[in-house]
């Protein structure tokens, strides 16, 4: 079975352009979650979606957005930006209502933004 | 503030040994543990995971202990492999609502030959 697939691999924007990274969950998995992941820390949860609605939102400013499609893959965009956004992104995918609370993670799009 | 925290940023253990990591949680609504093993250029691989009903979760050579009233849960790999080398995070997260996961600041583990 094919994992969690993330597009694209690596990414460079210039500051104030705008970017869209996709996920597409483990076959079966109804419910994806974003993370930015910095240098020398964990993981920080971004978005939740479960069957296309958001479940949930970390503390991220609004120029972070996400959707989820009736497949059940994902988007998620990011506006106007920063040096500060230049992180590995991971989409991570799992299914609640199935009892399959881990989550499995991709490989990741890493953005530098210049 | 960081909910989760894992105070070793590294640690060092002889093949064939028994690996210890850490980890301290602050929220007691936490009642789902999690353990992540990250490669370099790879996104985090779940390894084991312990509802907070239980204590111990064991899976293979991964063994998981949970110490509720200390917040305190630990990952035991035994015997200790060099495809083991890798950073380790722990997670913690609550099952109903957005079952986000929290993650640590991670540890690297490195096995010596």
């Known amino acids: 079975d094919a994992g969690v697939t993330q597009s694209p691999t690596h990414l460079i924007k210039t500051r104030g352009q705008h970017v869209t990274l996709r996920c597409s969950p483990i076959s079966g998995h109804k419910s994806v979650s974003w993370y930015q992941q910095v240098l020398g820390q964990g993981p920080q949860f971004i978005f939740q979606?479960?069957?296309?609605?958001?479940?949930g939102r970390g503390n991220f400013p609004d120029r972070f957005s996400a959707r989820q499609f009736p497949n059940y893959s994902s988007e998620l965009n990011v506006n106007a930006l920063l040096l500060g956004d230049s992180a590995l992104y991971l989409c991570?995918?799992?299914?609640?209502?199935?009892?399959?609370?881990?989550?499995?993670f991709g490989p990741g799009t890493r953005l530098t933004v210049t | 503030d960081q909910q989760v925290k894992q105070n070793s940023p590294s640690l060092s253990v002889q093949e064939g040994r028994i690996s210890i990591l850490n980890c301290d949680y602050t929220?007691?609504?936490?009642?789902?543990f999690l353990w992540y093993k990250k490669y370099p250029a790879e996104g985090p691989t779940f390894l084991i995971s312990?509802?907070?009903?239980?204590d111990k979760n064991e899976d293979g050579r991964f063994t998981v202990f949970l110490n509720k009233s200390a917040k305190h849960l630990s990952l035991h790999i035994v015997p200790s492999q060099p495809g083991d080398s890798a950073v380790y995070f722990c997670a913690a997260s609550v099952i109903q609502g957005a079952q986000k996961l929290v993650f640590g600041q991670g540890t690297r583990l490195t096995i010596n030959p």
């Open positions: 979606y479960y069957e296309k609605e958001e479940r």
């Open positions: 929220n007691s609504m936490f009642d789902y």
């Open positions: 991570a995918s799992s299914s609640p209502g199935q009892g399959i609370i881990e989550q499995y």
């Open positions: 312990i509802s907070s009903i239980k």
